[in-house]
């Protein structure tokens, strides 16, 4: 989308320090670098939003039943607990696609379904780049999660950094991404290693600033193409979610 030019008057210190904030990898030019702070500036500092990654083939593993109710049922459940309100679902264009849309049809969240054909989760999440107007979470469509996401939240927003990534230990970390901890940041992420030194992995949800975009360029696996990178920029934040969590299939 082509963006409207204006021209502003600053003064030279300022200038000056709006420069200083262009680091060649988040930030990589000066306008870049104003967009950026204004809209830091300006939005509420609260997270409200969530996109849950379905793919098509597992549509159906959205319908099974899970605690007396549907698996997309109890996610969006889990939103709504957690003050979320905005929930996107990328899916594609499937025979259960009116199932899933009939389930969902008298929640109390504002829930909007995005058919869309991508190569990848990356490429699917940012096909709704667009609609993302601050803070956001993102889960995988196969995955049940129950813990204190408000806290996970705040602690994002505490951090100031481009992406949280939910963790949990387990004994046996084969399928799983895994995660090296320094303190609060991930430096290292590897997807589904064959060996891994560590018991710490990826519990499949995550929270991003909006600006996370501006590194999806010849991205389209979040775990293979973006988690690894945010590693090495420092920009990547481990929270424990010490709840509930299953893998449906």
């Known amino acids: 989308m082509t963006k409207p030019k204006i021209a502003i008057s600053l003064d030279k210190p300022l200038l000056d320090l709006i420069d200083s904030k262009v680091d060649g990898n988040v930030i990589r030019s000066r306008s870049q670098a104003m967009e950026y702070f204004l809209r830091k500036g300006l939005r509420e500092q609260s997270v409200n939003t969530a996109v849950i990654l ?5 549509q159906k593993t959205s319908l099974k039943q899970l605690k007396g109710k549907t698996l997309i049922r109890n996610q969006l459940d889990f939103f709504k607990n957690n003050s979320i309100s905005n929930v996107f679902i990328v899916t594609q264009h499937t025979k259960d696609i009116k199932s899933l849309l009939n389930e969902i049809a008298d929640s109390s969240l504002n829930v909007e379904v995005i058919e869309k054909e991508a190569k990848g989760n990356a ?3 940012e096909s709704i780049r667009e609609k993302i ?3 956001f979470i993102v889960m995988s469509g196969d995955t049940y999660n129950d813990f204190d996401l408000i806290k996970m939240a705040s602690k994002h927003l505490e951090m100031d950094k481009m992406a949280t990534m939910g963790l949990m230990t387990r004994e046996k ?5 895994t995660a090296i901890l320094d303190g609060d940041f991930i430096i290292d992420f590897e997807e589904k290693p064959r060996h891994s030194s560590t018991q710490i992995v990826n519990a499949g949800i995550y929270i991003f600033k909006p600006e996370i975009f501006e590194l999806f360029d010849n991205v389209n696996s979040l775990e293979k193409g973006l988690f690894p990178k945010l590693a090495r920029m420092k920009q990547l934040i481990g929270f424990f ?3 509930e969590y299953l893998h449906m299939e």
């Open 54 to 58: 379905l793919s098509g083939e597992h």
């Open 173 to 177: 970390t084969a399928g799983y991404g």
């Open 133 to 135: 107007k601050g803070n």
């Open 241 to 243: 979610t010490y709840g």
């Open 123 to 125: 490429k699917a999440l």
